[in-house]
């Protein structure tokens, strides 16, 4: 299946992109407070649909085309939303660190499913070819559920729960 290239949204383009960017960092840190809140497994099952693609799983979403492989062997982070290559834009990091898709309110330049900024497909995304946004929408939750995300805990909460159990 081909899919149609997506564009960013016009709010992703020059000085309004950089205020943007600022705005959606602060949004991202706040909600992810003082006890490093996380998001739920479900969206961010969606939102590593929307980032990676499911083709290395045996399924026909390609990865976004902004998708980038970090010069640290493993880690991949986002062309498109200007933030770089470091650890804290990675995407996907170690159950006991915080990656990019953690944060319970974070944004995406193309406005895809599982993003706090998601916004719906137009008409005319479902016109073949199709967008990877429109497929993602119409994927039947079981393939969603196949997408393999960790969400772990940072080591303190890990130790208080054991502490509370015994």
């Known amino acids: 299946m081909e899919f149609r290239k997506e564009e960013q949204a016009e709010s992703n383009k020059g000085v309004t992109k950089k205020i943007s960017m600022v705005q959606s960092f602060a949004m991202a840190l706040a909600s992810r407070g003082l006890t490093n809140k996380k998001i739920n497994k479900a969206t961010k099952q969606l939102r590593v649909l929307s980032c990676m693609g499911n083709r290395e799983s045996g399924g ?87 997408v393999n995300v960790v969400i772990g805990e940072e080591e303190e909460k890990k130790e208080e729960e054991e502490t509370q159990t015994e």
């Open 60 to 146: 026909i979403l390609p990865p976004c085309d902004h998708l980038m492989d970090s010069e640290t062997e493993g880690k991949k982070y986002c062309g498109a939303c200007g933030c770089g290559d470091r650890e804290g834009t990675w995407l996907i990091a170690e159950a006991d660190k915080y990656s990019k898709l953690d944060y319970p309110k974070v944004a995406c330049p193309l406005q895809m499913p599982g993003f706090t900024n998601y916004a719906p497909s137009r008409p005319d995304e479902s016109e073949e070819p199709i967008t990877r946004k429109y497929y993602i929408e119409q994927v039947d939750y079981s393939i969603l559920e196949r």
